[in-house]
């Protein structure tokens, strides 16, 4: 193992060690208008990953606002930080769109956050895998 390799092995033990967040990153089908009942039905979800995470607000994100729909809302920027060697199923990509579910978190504030990913960032000398979110609340 070369020097470069131990000091990112070293990198990645400590990174995972501040990830006290437990997420759920997730696909979701398009949305289904049900003509019995009236109502729009929520598209299927697939589960792409579950487990821990650090999330953190990005500092110098002030939120937007913006409108969706008939209402405003106010979009605010998170890093999502995964474990480096965080694998997905087979043939699946990370696309803008996906959602990240805050299931448990130190703050309790953040238990049930809704996070939709903007992108992320791929490196082989990373400590973290990286996934830029928005919350659209």
Known sequence: ??????????GRREAEARMRDT????????DVFDRATGQTV???????????ARVKAIAASTGQDTE????????????V???????????????PGMRIEVTSSPDARMDGLILWVAGATFSDQSTAWRIRTEDRS
């Open 42 to 52: 929520p598209g299927e979800q697939t589960t792409l990953y579950t487990g821990k």
């Open 68 to 79: 969706a729909g008939e209402r405003e809302i106010v979009l605010r920027e998170y890093e």
């Open 1 to 10: 193992m070369s020097t470069l390799d131990a000091v990112l092995a070293a």
């Open 81 to 95: 930080q995964l474990p480096w060697a965080t694998p997905l199923p087979a043939g699946t990509r990370l696309l």
């Open 23 to 30: 997420v759920r990153l997730y696909s979701q089908g398009p």
